[in-house]
């Protein structure tokens, strides 16, 4: 019998399961598991923006690792984990250059109104006298919250196409050239477009307020590709729905899969379904880390993407 047990905590990452080597004898959470099965495991993989409860987690007496797939974390208690003597690890760096250059698609398709312009050809709505007119991107400043591996990339692409780059986080950061605002408040009222791309915990849950949105104003723009929970969706779609914010391009939601008859009636707003970071060239990458960091495990050597509490 094999001793490298791992447990596949969600049926949406299944496919990790046909992924692993054969070292690794792999169980599945939705399938049944005697309590000495789940006595046997020592791993666990996880999306990490899906919620785990910790009485969920602590059934599993001799569990070690909690090895996150993605690069998010959020829906792991590192602290919880850390209590109770379970390493976490994650994704690091694998998909931010996917993710920046969804962030970009969402912002041109949105500034250039390209939506509007597919709907109008297809209705026949398309002559000599209509012209769909937008806003130059030169024009625009972006302001980015949060400057990790995402907001550096989106950063890089912003300047090629001619707009300047401002940013906000909680701490300076000596690496980033660019001008920290003072606040986010600020970031939003002194730039055309706020992209969210920090890293999402108890502590920023809708950090995108309806204060900061009403700085950003009726010409303003907000692109989230980081996660659901920072952006308050209910000031939001108030704001949207009163023309009080210019717009709106969301790849996140507060909850997966968002419930599409919130977004009905709701203007000038660009939804896609949480797929920045999923590309045919991320998955492989994943997974390696993901074996990676098992085989560390098992192996009893250190953790390769480590996550300190």
Not at 49 to 60: G, H, I
Not at 174 to 179: L, Q
Not at 192 to 200: D, G, R
Not at 249 to 260: I, N, S, W
Request: net charge negative; charged share 20%.
């Amino acid at each position: 019998m094999k001793a490298n047990k791992v447990l596949i905590a969600h049926e949406q990452i299944g496919f990790v399961a046909d992924a692993l080597p054969a070292k690794f004898e792999v169980l599945k959470a939705w399938e049944p598991m005697s309590s000495a099965e789940k006595d046997s495991i020592t791993a666990i993989v996880v999306a990490g923006d899906v919620s785990m409860e910790n009485s969920y987690l602590a059934q599993f007496r001799n569990l070690g690792l909690i090895a996150c797939l993605t690069t998010g974390y959020d829906g792991v208690d590192v602290f919880w984990a850390a209590d109770h003597g379970i390493r976490v690890t994650r994704a690091v760096e694998v998909n931010h250059e996917d993710v920046a250059d969804h962030a970009m698609g969402l912002l041109i398709a949105w500034t250039r109104e390209l939506t509007t312009g597919d709907a109008m050809v297809r209705a026949g709505a398309w002559n000599a006298s209509v012209k769909v007119v937008t806003r130059s991107l030169s024009e625009l400043s972006v302001g980015i919250v949060g400057m990790g591996a995402i907001g550096k990339a989106v950063a890089s692409r912003c300047l090629s196409f001619g707009m300047p780059v401002f940013w906000w986080g909680p701490r300076e950061k000596e690496d980033v050239p660019f001008r920290r605002a003072s606040d986010l408040e600020s970031l939003a009222r002194d730039n055309n477009v706020l992209i969210v791309a920090s890293s999402a915990d108890k502590s920023n849950r809708h950090m995108i307020s309806g204060r900061v949105l009403d700085e950003l104003g009726p010409d303003g723009l907000l692109v989230n590709v980081a996660r659901g929970s920072l952006v308050d969706e209910e000031a939001l779609i108030e704001r949207l729905k009163l023309g009080r914010l210019g717009g709106a391009a969301l790849d996140v939601f507060e909850q997966e899969p968002t419930d599409p008859t919130k977004w009905r009636g709701v203007p000038n707003i660009i939804l896609t379904p949480h797929s920045a970071g999923a590309t045919q060239a991320v998955l492989p990458r994943l997974v390696a880390q993901l074996i990676s960091n098992l085989e560390a495990h098992f192996g009893g050597r250190e953790l390769v993407t480590p996550i300190a509490a």
